[in-house]
């Protein structure tokens, strides 16, 4: 029977060796074969049982006849041919595989080469066997499949990434599917004085030009002056602030190089940066984190300082960062722990607050002025020893950068107020800079003043527009404004956390894709939603419920409706929601749902925004009582075909919001009469309170009619909602649609017009 061997490719080393010796004694004498190698011998392939004719062989196994097995005495074993077989039937014959391994390119001379270099092809290294085809299949298809993933993740791996693997072995063709760098030209960032590693983030991050506050704060802060900045959303503050702090973090690099690890953890951060919202917080470590990323040895450490996360984890990271970003309530929490991290804070050289006119107004100052106060006192121990009678009053020795899109405190009055409002009212800029004086201490008498807001409070492509509907109807016209844009992606405001939950439920019960985003929310939660929304690969009628949480910083890409559900309580807070579209030159629509009773409010919003706008029709047509915002017409018929829709959807939310309420309140009060060692019943406890009397008994009637729903009669009202929401709600086009040119025909022709609803570009027709 023939012998029979796997084919090892990690023993094809140890081969190599013994291929040599077979060599010698092959080049000694061509009739001299005597005792054979391993690999000297003429293996064959075993096919498979049933497919003889089958090239690529049964499982690796090859095989030979006619050879008889000689042992060594150290173990080893030979082969020789048997008597009577020929023994070259049995010896591998040449292949022109075999010869000298190449060694690469050397620097020496070819005619210095050693004597051992110059031996016959017979007394050189043998290079190894000629692998099977199914070895080299293999091998193909694993390049094929390397090639290919390394294309799919060379948009992915940085530059530096693919010199490395290029370095660590991949061949010379690999090096021609290198791409050039795909950043853009920064050549218009010259005059700012920036480091080589900052114009390669920028040009990484597609920043090919500084935007108007950008090009007029970075060589003030650079320069060491306090800055205020006035700008508009979607400006670019994020980076006006942060490349001169990277800038100073380089400049300090080359003295940090030298410290000890011991040193480097009990370094001082460079920069403070607070901001008024954790959305916004998470928003600037993402922006400024990246701007480190993209700058070739920039390796300056951010820790995020936020509510609802690890306070552990944002310890550990405060002691080894070199920018602090944070919201002021879990910052102080932070430094007024007593550990002597308070210290360590007052050495930073930069306090930047963002959003300032939301962190610096009454009721958010709070813990504002704690930070403030701390950082400006010397302290000779930690706070839980501090003697307000041994504090001193320092200078400050850092710059202190503010930047926010309002100053105004005229917009932060409420705008229910009594007061007649008036369109002269607003704050100059002199005003503005007294009212953040008082606040914050300069290091500077006069901070330097940027304001590049344009005359108008809103941005240039923003559209503002008013629906008035009946006050027990704004869920139903809120719905109809939605169906209106049908791949718009849209963000809803409301005053409260209730309203949130409940918009948010009766939307998708509507088959709407909605999100919510409120304060209660778990920090995980809120962040889920905002990925969720604002995710390239989420639905283009993605649909965010929010309160103002929402309203401040947030950059969210392709945001193009704004609506309010409540009229805000400041015309501070609508700038900033409207901020939220037309952001960076982009358009946008921002849209109210005005109630009669909110007539009002909206009038003197839109006067303490317009002012100049509403000065400028007073002067030409004398005084007016127009509100400066176009009226938007909703077709009734539209909206009496989504009525019934509208009212089952809130059925089947009343029910669920009620059985949730019942179920909590239940809860709660099993609770309280097990700690009391009594028995809870729940009829009773109705009937003491007196539930369905007095005032407010109508409400609390239908809650638990609502809550006492059946699950059938649940399903029933969803299966006819899902029948209703089925049907076309389009109802045709009427000849003066036609006439009047705000029709597209063609698009109505293809069967088109459903999906632009009415054949309208812009059905709202702003």
Known sequence: MGQKRARDPKAQVAEANKRKKAAKSDAASSDDYGSLGVDDLNWK????????????????????????????GDGGVQFKAKAGKPTKSIIKPPSEDDGDEWAGFSDEDSSKKSPATE??????????????KKDKKKEQNKTKKDEQNSKEQKPKESKAAQSQSIKAGLSFAALDDVEEDDGVDVSAWDGLNLSPETFTALSKMKFSSPSAIQKASIPAILDGHDVVGKASTGSGKTLA??????????????????????????????????SPTRELAHQLGKHIGELIANSPDTNARVALITGGMSIQKQQRQLATADIVIGTPGRVWEILSTGTGLIRKMQKIQ???????????????FKEMEHILNALDKHQAGDIADMDEEEEEEEPSNRQTLVFSATFHKDLQQKLAGKSRWTSGEMLDNKESMEYLLKKLNFR???????????ESQMAVGLKEGIVECPAMEKDLYLYSVLLYYPKH?????????????????????????????????????RLRSIERFSSPTANPSSILV??????????????????????????????????????????????????????VGVA???????????????????????????????????????????????????????KEKVNTEDNWLRAAADDLGVEYDSDEFDQSKGRGRGRGGGRERREKEASELSKSEMAGLRAELKQLLSQRVNIGVSEKYLTAGRIDIDALLRGEGNDAFLGHLDPLTF
Do not use: W
């Open 45 to 72: 392939e075993v096919a498979m049982p049933d497919r003889m004719d089958d090239a690529e062989g049964f499982f690796g196994l090859e095989e030979i006849e006619g050879v008889d097995i000689i042992k060594q």
């Open 119 to 132: 031996k016959t092809p017979a007394a050189t290294k043998v290079k190894e066997d000629k692998k099977s």
């Open 241 to 274: 602030f942060g490349i001169p702090i990277i800038e100073h973090y380089l400049d300090q690099r080359g003295k940090q190089e030298g410290q000890s690890d011991k040193s480097e953890k009990n370094k001082s951060p460079i920069a403070l940066i607070l």
């Open 350 to 364: 930069f306090l930047v607050v963002d959003e300032a006119d939301r962190l610096l107004s009454e009721g958010h």
């Open 444 to 454: 500077e008498e006069k901070p330097k003043f940027i304001d590049v807001n344009p």
């Open 489 to 525: 992606r849209t963000l809803i405001f409301t005053n409260s956390i209730s309203a949130v939950r409940r918009i948010t439920q009766l939307l998708q019960a509507l088959q709407l894709p909605v999100f919510a985003l409120h304060s209660n929310m778990a920090q995980k939660a």
């Open 546 to 599: 929010a309160t103002d949480v929402a309203a401040r910083g947030l950059d969210i890409k392709g945001v193009n409706c704004i609506i309010h559900y409540h009229v805000p309580r400041t015309a501070d807070a609508y700038v900033h929601r409207s901020g939220r579209t037309a952001r960076a030159g982009e358009s946008g629509k921002s849209i109210l749902i005005c109630a009669p009773d909110e007539v």
């Open 604 to 658: 003197r919003l839109a006067g303490k925004i317009h002012s100049k706008k509403t000065k400028k029709a007073e002067d030409s047509n004398g005084p007016s009582k127009k509100i400066p915002l176009e009226s938007l017409d909703i077709d009734r018929r539209v909206v009496a075909r989504l009525r019934p829709r509208m009212s089952l959807a809130k059925r089947i939310t009343d029910s669920t919001i009620a």
